[in-house]
């Protein structure tokens, strides 16, 4: 499975991909908007981004007509080659998935909150369906059981669109996602840094230091 970081702040996609585990980002409007306000340009910070990351970077279209979806999609895809175009599950985004399809522009279908959803965008070309699990889990219904459910769909008719599991809260959520064979899971970098942690590595590492600083170290061969 691979792990996309849900950010726009360049500290921490730096900090994630000097790790070596970092395939791409996603980003949408609220989290651009976070990371300029006061601070410098659009066009600017997505380089940056593009530039550190090697994987797909997800830019969100701001517009809700497909005509309009598909120009700026045209437009954000210039910025780089590993740019992919994050288009709203409606039906005129289904209209420009179809259209960017056909120019070989790949995109990330979002706000994907239902099985019928997924396989309509999954039918127009979306190269990404993004269900958001932590936002069904806030009003009571089982995000987890969404992905299971859309896996079986994409595997009975074999499409190619990949489920990036979004609205990621905390690391069950990245296991349950890889158990049920999610293709990706993009998470806050808070997240992603909880993933590698646990209290049981700390204390054995504290005890093996502890026990090493007994050691008369002149009596060491190197």
């Not at 991909?17 to 997505?46: A, M, Y």
């Not at 005509?67 to 910025?79: A, N, P, Q, S, Y």
């Not at 890889?178 to 997240?191: H, K, Q, R, S």
Request: hydrophobic letters at 40%.
């Amino acid at each position: 499975m691979k792990f996309f970081l849900d950010t726009a702040n360049i500290s921490e996609i730096e900090e994630g991909v000097s790790w070596g585990c970092v395939d791409g980002v996603t980003t949408n409007p609220t989290l651009i908007s976070k990371e300029l306000v006061g601070k410098g340009d659009f066009k600017t910070l997505v380089r940056k981004i593009l530039d550190v990351v090697d994987g797909p970077v997800s830019l969100e279209v701001t517009s809700t007509k497909a005509d309009d979806m598909v120009r700026e999609g045209k437009k954000l895809r210039t910025l780089g080659d590993n740019v992919v175009v994050k288009i709203p599950t409606t039906v005129e985004g289904l209209k420009a998935l179809k259209i960017l399809k056909s120019q070989k522009i790949k995109t990330n279908a979002t706000l994907v909150f239902s099985v019928n959803q997924a396989l309509m965008v999954a039918k127009a070309g979306a190269s990404y369906a993004s269900p958001f699990v932590g936002r069904l889990d806030d009003i009571s219904e089982d995000g987890m059981s969404l992905i299971e459910d859309i896996r079986e769909v994409y595997d009975n008719y074999d499409f190619e669109t990949e489920i990036l599991v979004a609205s990621v809260r905390h690391p069950i959520h990245v296991k349950e996602a890889a158990l049920i064979g999610a293709d990706v899971a993009t998470m806050p970098f808070e997240v992603f840094k909880k993933l590698i942690s646990h209290p049981k590595t700390d204390e054995g590492i504290k005890r093996f230091m502890d026990d090493w600083g007994k050691i008369d170290k002149k009596k060491l061969m190197f």
